[in-house]
Structures are given as structure tokens and as C-alpha cells.
């Protein structure tokens, strides 16, 4: 399994990645009783799957329904949705934590170069009220390799965000600000900043704490708000233990190790290619130890060069914390 894992984080071709994913979808399929009980549902013999074209994805849903797993290791962490009052919560048992940290690492510095004396601002009231958030473990570890001494999270205090961001500002330091949509909107209606060397990230969500907007006001209002030229984001989730990341406009790329395709609205077992709406399917090859194959409920765009844009949810979809722009 140790080289697996290795062979994950070092894909660098196309080929390496078409041989690791049947290596980690035989591994599931024969581990993840879960998966292989859909699979047997839907008439897949996983021998006979020579492609990851063939591979079949497993519904999102049921990680709310089921416990996901690949390893008979105990768990080290679960991490849970957020999820409204009334909603069931998804579950994602984690039985090695360093996979995620390694993945979010790595991914990170290939996107930022390293953190090592950035300072990481976080702005994520909503997700620093519950237990289980995978982003606040991310984050929380972000933070601490920074090394930086004004790194750190903010809820509500928005006077005292503003002064550490005019300081650094006024110091020259690369500064990264994380934040859930709805508390950035918060931030800058009673704060601007004039900051165009700061990358605003964000998370997506307004949590129900305001109306969805579509994502070209959004990043208008924050990009007027901070005084900056475009607004980063990140495309994760409580099912994933990897992230994607847009530099703007809304266009994300992936690391090495996942892939994002497309499905047919109509026929969800069919792949559809070319510049067309379709369902999210993520391939995240850091799940290893849970499933790697997954069928979001997001609808999205993917583009030659395999980055891709996320156009909204399916109408029957439940409404999840991460991504919730309507495009």
C-alpha cells in the first residue's frame, strides 16, 4: 500500500495516471464492500474494466448512508458536512490522515509555492462553530507550517482583520485570506482595503446566511471590496481528501492525482466530452482508503486542457457547504 500511496503523489503523465487509477479502482473494488455491492447492483465486473473510462462512480450519497471504506485500519479522523438543521450530515472516515495532509500539502505548494513565512488569514466563522470540518484541518495545518506570526483565524472581529491586513500590506508580506463567501461579503461591506498583491480565496457558500449569487457579481463585489484583480477559489469537500484551485474567473485546475469528468444529465452512467453541461464525476486518487471514484451533485463545464468550472447543483440536490455558486 506504501507504494501506491508513493505512486499517487508522484504521477506526472497521463499514462502514470491511467495505470494508478485501475490499480486503485481494483483495490476498491475488491476492499470497499459498499462500492462493490453498486457495482454488482449495476452488472460491473471490475476484471473486465481495462479502462478508467469504464470505471463506475459511486453516487455522493452515499457517503451520508454508509460507512466508505477501503482499509480494515482503524479510523483516525472522521470528518463530517455541514449540512443544515434536519439534513443528514455525509461521513468521511479517514484511517490515514497523513494521505490528507500530504495531499493538501502538496497540492497547495504546487498552486502557491512554499507557505513557509506566507501569512494565512482565515475568515471562516461558519466552519469554526462545528465539529469534523476537513477545511478547518486544513487550514489549522496550513497556518501552523507558515510559520508567520500574524497567521491565524478570525470569526466577527472584522476592525481588527482590516488593521492586519493594511500592516501587512504596508510590510510587503505575502498574504493568503481563506474565507466563506457570505463572511467576505460581510467583511468588506463595512471594510475596504486597497491590497492588490492579497489573493482572496474563496470557499464557497453562503451558508444560508444570504441569498446565492451568481459568481460574476460575487468576485466583482470582492474584487471592488479588496482591491484586487481576481478572486481565487477552492473546489473541495467533506467526500475528498483533495482540492482543486482557481486563480479566477472560476476556472479550476486539479493536481496531478485527481481528474474531473463528466456525465450525462439524462444517462448517469454515461461519460460525455466535448464543451457541454454535465454532472460532476471526481476521480481523487488520494481516497485510497475510501472510494476514489465519486459522482458529485454539481453541474460543470471541463475544457480541453482538463481544467473546469462549476455551473451549479442539480435541482433535487441537497444544498451542501462547499461551492454553492450558481454560475
Not at 513565512?117 to 484541518?137: F, M
Request: glycine residues 8%; negative net charge.
Amino acid at each position: 500500500m506504501k507504494d501506491l500511496i508513493e505512486q499517487i503523489f508522484s504521477i506526472q503523465t497521463p499514462d502514470q495516471f491511467e495505470n494508478t487509477c485501475l490499480e486503485v479502482f481494483y483495490h476498491q473494488a475488491k476492499h470497499c464492500d459498499t462500492y462493490k455491492a453498486y457495482m454488482t447492483h449495476l452488472g460491473v465486473v471490475p476484471e473486465q474494466v481495462n479502462h478508467t473510462a469504464d470505471i463506475p462512480y459511486l453516487p455522493i450519497a452515499f457517503f451520508k448512508t454508509h460507512d466508505i471504506l477501503s482499509s480494515e485500519d482503524a479510523t483516525e479522523i472522521i470528518f463530517s458536512s455541514s449540512g443544515t438543521t434536519g439534513m443528514s450530515q455525509s461521513r468521511h472516515y479517514v484511517t490515514d490522515v497523513s494521505i490528507y495532509e500530504r495531499s493538501f500539502n502538496q497540492a497547495f505548494e504546487q498552486f502557491y509555492g512554499k507557505i513557509e513565512n506566507t501569512c494565512i488569514l482565515a475568515l471562516l466563522p461558519s466552519y469554526l462553530e462545528r465539529d469534523g470540518s476537513s477545511l478547518i484541518y486544513m487550514v489549522d495545518a496550513l497556518i501552523k507550517r507558515s510559520k508567520h506570526p500574524d497567521s491565524g483565524y478570525f470569526l466577527h472581529n472584522h476592525t481588527e482583520l482590516h488593521e492586519k491586513l493594511s500592516n501587512l500590506k504596508k510590510n510587503g508580506t505575502k498574504t493568503i485570506l481563506i474565507g466563506v463567501t457570505y463572511a467576505l461579503l460581510d467583511f468588506i461591506e463595512a471594510n475596504q482595503i486597497d491590497f492588490p498583491e492579497l489573493v482572496v480565496m474563496e470557499t464557497g457558500g453562503m451558508k444560508g446566511k444570504r441569498k446565492e449569487m451568481v459568481r460574476e457579481e460575487l468576485h466583482h463585489l470582492l474584487q471592488e471590496g479588496f482591491g484586487v484583480s481576481a478572486i481565487h477559489s477552492e473546489y473541495g469537500m467533506t467526500e475528498l481528501l483533495s482540492q482543486a484551485y482557481s486563480y479566477g474567473l472560476g476556472i479550476f485546475d486539479c493536481p496531478p492525482w485527481m481528474k474531473i469528468l463528466l456525465r450525462d444529465t439524462n444517462d448517469p452512467l454515461s461519460l460525455i466530452t466535448g464543451p457541454k453541461t454535465g454532472g460532476i464525476n471526481v476521480i481523487d486518487l488520494a481516497n485510497i482508503n475510501s472510494c476514489s471514484f465519486i459522482a458529485t451533485q454539481d453541474l460543470g463545464r471541463v475544457f480541453e486542457d482538463g481544467s473546469f468550472e462549476v455551473l451549479g447543483r442539480f435541482d433535487n440536490a441537497d444544498i451542501r457547504g462547499c461551492n454553492l455558486l450558481v454560475g
